[in-house]
């Protein structure tokens, strides 16, 4: 299923009919399009989220009034063990996350249900941006959306990177991977009811982690755009930034006549619940190249198994023959080895394998996507020592020593950037012109939920609403 169209259900979601989803995965479909049918399911799956978290050690400190400085040490320390890190990688260190392309695309893959909606757990606050005490989480929510312009918008700065090298197909995400983006639906559909623990999370999602500044720092190695890591770095810091409002968000709203401990209790539950599912490292730590090239090819066989002539054969085999053969796509791959279609540790481009996936003219030209065609390339070079980063153009015609330019980070933040007023959004300000001012507020605030707010409509209703709450 193509991240692109989230919002879709119908024909497109051919992988759906033949996998059913996983629960985490049904829940966060569920939530994305239909948030308010779907709130009892939301609930239950808040509360055995929260019974999880219960279980697991907490770090914050016992008195609220001691958050601003835990932040601070945790941001320093962070800052120490980076310093550390850099320091090891002058010294002749190797990248201690991502071995190959290959595995940083995979990262990226594999976080995308979670950095799909960011934000998504504080969308239930907006309605409370008249009281001053919300005043930290509304706007955390509207930095994360780029206050309706497009060139920040964390969402499409995030699908735009996907699309970038083609790891906007998420088919075969394991349920695991959508635990934290269902979560963060969740919170963001049940504010009302689950604000304490709303509080809670946004105050763990937003301190500063050591392997967001690692994963820039080698994604940026490898040639591929580290700018939404790079982002999150300086917008969630924690003098200013993110992590600092998260602490003044659970001291403002700490209780003054009611239960105050219990406050407390449910804000650490709520922070706890980031440590639940698929984390950043756990993603990258569980990456096997080969297990992914396996299953990639597994995926298209389906398709593929008719499609090839009957002219060339292997070992005997014609390609359909070996394509249907019951002992899986390994038994065909080994073949291609022995009989030198595929050159293992060496130069892909001395593989007649490899030549047939990669350029315009290639036999198989459009077959895989950029990032199959990584996983290929990398799983063939296997030891083979890269001239560059090992990256793949567009056209998958191999590229070394060439590095993108990315586009400064105060290029991207002029308004210039934001996209010309579309036919959607001439007509949702003909729509809002006819609203009274709650009706007005309420739409705008719809619009903002994590299936739109990153589409034109969406991103207007974001500036209106910045506006509006200045
Ligand atoms: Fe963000
Ligand atoms: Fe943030």
Same mark, same amino acid.
């Given at each position: 299923?193509?991240?692109?169209?989230?919002?879709?259900?119908?024909?497109?979601? $051919?992988?759906?009919?033949?996998?059913?989803?996983?629960?985490?995965?049904?829940? +966060?479909?569920?939530?994305?399009?239909?948030?308010?049918?779907?709130?009892?399911?939301?609930?239950?799956?808040?509360?055995?989220?929260?019974?999880?978290?219960?279980?697991?050690?907490?770090?914050?400190?016992?008195?609220?009034?001691?958050?601003?400085?835990?932040?601070?040490?945790?941001?320093?320390?962070?800052?120490?063990?980076?310093?550390?890190?850099?320091?090891?990688?002058?010294?002749?260190?190797?990248?201690?996350?991502?071995?190959?392309?290959?595995?940083?695309?995979?990262?990226?893959?594999?976080?995308?249900?979670?950095?799909?909606?960011?934000?998504?757990?504080?969308?239930?606050?907006?309605?409370?941006?008249?009281?001053?005490?919300?005043?930290?989480? $509304?706007?955390?929510?509207?930095?994360?959306?780029?206050?309706?312009?497009?060139?920040?918008?964390?969402?499409?700065?995030?699908?735009?990177?996907?699309?970038?090298?083609?790891?906007?197909?998420?088919?075969?995400?394991?349920?695991?991977?959508?635990?934290?983006?269902?979560?963060?639906?969740?919170?963001?559909?049940?504010?009302?009811?689950?604000?304490?623990?709303?509080?809670?999370?946004?105050?763990?999602?937003?301190?500063?982690?050591?392997?967001?500044?690692?994963?820039?720092?080698?994604?940026?190695?490898?040639?591929?755009?580290? +700018? +939404?890591?790079?982002?999150?770095?300086?917008?969630?810091?924690?003098?200013?930034?993110?992590?600092?409002?998260?602490?003044?968000?659970?001291?403002?709203? @700490?209780?003054? $006549?009611?239960?105050?401990?219990?406050?407390?209790?449910?804000?650490?539950?709520?922070?706890?619940?980031?440590?639940?599912?698929?984390?950043?490292?756990?993603?990258?730590?569980?990456?096997?190249?080969?297990?992914?090239?396996?299953?990639?090819?597994?995926?298209?066989?389906?398709?593929?198994?008719?499609?090839?002539?009957?002219?060339?054969?292997?070992?005997?085999?014609?390609?359909?023959?070996?394509?249907?053969?019951?002992?899986?796509?390994?038994?065909?791959?080994?073949?291609?080895?022995?009989?030198?279609?595929?050159?293992?540790?060496?130069?892909?481009?001395?593989?007649?394998?490899?030549?047939?996936?990669?350029?315009?003219?290639?036999?198989?030209?459009?077959?895989?996507?950029?990032?199959?065609?990584?996983?290929?390339?990398?799983?063939?070079?296997?030891?083979?020592?890269?001239?560059?980063?090992?990256?793949?153009?567009?056209?998958?015609?191999?590229?070394?020593?060439?590095?993108?330019?990315?586009?400064?980070?105060?290029?991207?933040?002029?308004?210039?950037?934001?996209?010309?007023?579309?036919?959607?959004?001439?007509?949702?300000?003909?729509?809002?012109?006819?609203?009274?001012?709650?009706? +007005?507020?309420?739409?705008?605030?719809?619009?903002?939920?994590?299936?739109? @707010?990153?589409?034109?409509?969406?991103?207007?209703?974001?500036?209106?609403?910045?506006?509006?709450?200045?």
């Amino acid at each position: 299923m193509s991240v692109l169209s989230p919002v879709d259900t119908t024909q497109a979601d $051919v992988p759906l009919a033949m996998a059913p989803l996983g629960p985490a995965q049904r829940l +966060y479909q569920e939530l994305l399009q239909q948030p308010a049918e779907n709130l009892d399911d939301a609930r239950a799956f808040l509360h055995e989220q929260l019974r999880q978290a219960a279980a697991l050690p907490c770090d914050l400190p016992g008195e609220p009034a001691d958050l601003a400085a835990w932040s601070r040490r945790n941001a320093a320390q962070v800052t120490h063990q980076y310093a550390a890190y850099l320091e090891e990688r002058r010294n002749g260190a190797g990248r201690r996350y991502f071995a190959d392309r290959a595995h940083a695309l995979y990262f990226l893959r594999g976080v995308a249900p979670t950095k799909l909606v960011d934000g998504a757990w504080l969308h239930g606050t907006l309605r409370h941006w008249r009281d001053t005490r919300f005043t930290p989480l $509304v706007r955390t929510f509207l930095e994360e959306l780029g206050d309706g312009v497009a060139a920040q918008n964390h969402v499409l700065l995030y699908r735009r990177l996907l699309a970038s090298h083609g790891c906007d197909d998420l088919t075969g995400l394991d349920d695991a991977h959508y635990l934290q983006g269902a979560t963060q639906l969740a919170l963001g559909a049940l504010a009302e009811e689950f604000l304490p623990e709303v509080i809670g999370y946004n105050l763990g999602y937003e301190q500063l982690p050591l392997h967001l500044l690692i994963s820039a720092f080698e994604l940026d190695e490898l040639d591929i755009d580290p +700018y +939404y890591f790079q982002l999150h770095v300086t917008i969630d810091n924690s003098a200013t930034g993110h992590a600092h409002r998260a602490v003044q968000a659970v001291l403002d709203n @700490h209780p003054l $006549v009611a239960d105050a401990e219990d406050f407390y209790r449910r804000v650490s539950l709520g922070y706890r619940l980031n440590d639940l599912g698929l984390g950043s490292r756990a993603v990258i730590a569980d990456f096997d190249l080969e297990r992914e090239l396996l299953e990639m090819f597994e995926r298209k066989r389906g398709v593929a198994g008719q499609v090839h002539s009957d002219y060339c054969r292997i070992e005997g085999r014609t390609v359909n023959q070996w394509l249907g053969a019951d002992e899986g796509i390994a038994s065909f791959l080994s073949a291609l080895q022995r009989r030198g279609w595929i050159r293992r540790h060496h130069d892909p481009a001395e593989s007649r394998f490899w030549q047939l996936v990669q350029g315009e003219r290639a036999a198989m030209f459009g077959v895989f996507s950029l990032y199959e065609q990584q996983l290929l390339h990398d799983w063939i070079a296997g030891t083979w020592e890269r001239p560059g980063t090992g990256a793949l153009s567009r056209n998958g015609v191999f590229r070394s020593r060439h590095r993108q330019p990315h586009m400064p980070s105060q290029e991207r933040q002029r308004p210039s950037l934001q996209p010309r007023e579309n036919p959607e959004q001439r007509q949702l300000l003909d729509e809002l012109q006819r609203l009274d001012e709650a009706r +007005y507020e309420a739409r705008l605030i719809e619009l903002q939920g994590p299936a739109t @707010h990153w589409t034109p409509a969406g991103l207007l209703a974001t500036r209106l609403f910045s506006e509006l709450t200045r």
